[in-house]
């Protein structure tokens, strides 16, 4: 599971958070030894039994560096170096895999005993194939001159200085969006308190109205009740001479009352 203020980087941005940037090929893959953890989900062998030495989840890479690192990276090797990279494979919530014989731009960094490890920046992809879209997007960070095979990615390279000049660095762009990230979130919670208390005040009206409504009709049934016994009385002092003298000494207590 991700951070809650989590948000995806490119890769330009994370390319000047990576410790390491090397561009080299995998020259060969070493399995890590078999294990509990470490097998295929159709390799259910105990250990040591007849799945053992087959290729398990993790491995290692030895790879060869085809530039000097890229600029700003941590490690002080020429082009041509061999190195050995390990966590690579195929693991709960991402996957770090190579070919051999291929070519890779690599994002790494290096642990408290000077291991090689990709370095997922964002917790985003760490390893980039070489393709002409990422040579181009990883162009100006590597002297190219310096590279062996210079000629097949020379016309990707941009002014370093121009580059450097035309670059916002990610700190403070990743700060702004994050601040105006924040001040959307406030706008929405006050929206949706507003909505709230709209909905309550809305439900208030429909209640007073219902109420009112239910009053009126009341009223009009009073009126009709009071209407017929009027009617009643009326015709029965045509009868009886004396109930009219009474009703007009008593005609309050006659009605009721809303």
Not at 243 to 252: D, G, P
Request: hydrophobic share 35%; with cysteine.
């Amino acid at each position: 599971q991700l951070p809650a203020e989590w948000r995806p980087l490119s890769e330009g941005c994370r390319a000047e958070l990576a410790a390491i940037i090397v561009y080299a090929r995998v020259l060969a893959l070493h399995p890590d030894p078999y294990g509990a953890y470490n097998y295929l989900p159709w390799q259910r062998d105990p250990p040591g039994g007849a799945q053992q030495g087959a290729g398990g989840l993790f491995y290692s890479a030895e790879i060869e560096l085809l530039c000097d690192q890229a600029w700003g990276s941590m490690l002080e090797v020429p082009a041509g170096s061999r190195l050995n990279l390990t966590g690579l494979g195929y693991f709960s919530c991402h996957s770090h895999t190579v070919m051999q014989g291929y070519a890779y731009f690599f994002f790494l960094r290096m642990d408290e005993n000077y291991i090689l490890l990709p370095h997922g920046v964002n917790f985003q992809e760490a390893i980039f194939p070489d393709t002409q879209e990422n040579r181009r997007m990883f162009a100006s960070l590597f002297q190219f001159s310096n590279c062996s095979q210079a000629q097949h990615v020379l016309s990707f390279s941009s002014d370093w200085e121009i580059q450097e000049d035309n670059r916002l660095m990610c700190s403070s762009v990743q700060k702004a969006l994050f601040e105006e990230e924040d001040r959307v979130k406030k706008l929405q919670q006050k929206v949706a308190t507003l909505e709230k208390r709209n909905k309550q005040l809305r439900d208030r009206v429909k209640k007073v109205k219902r109420s009112l409504r239910q009053a009126r009709k009341n009223t009009r049934h009073v009126e009709l009740v009071n209407r017929k016994l009027s009617e009643k009385l009326s015709s029965a002092g045509g009868q009886i001479p004396y109930i009219h003298s009474l009703k007009q000494e008593n005609s309050h207590a006659t009605y009721l009352k809303v």
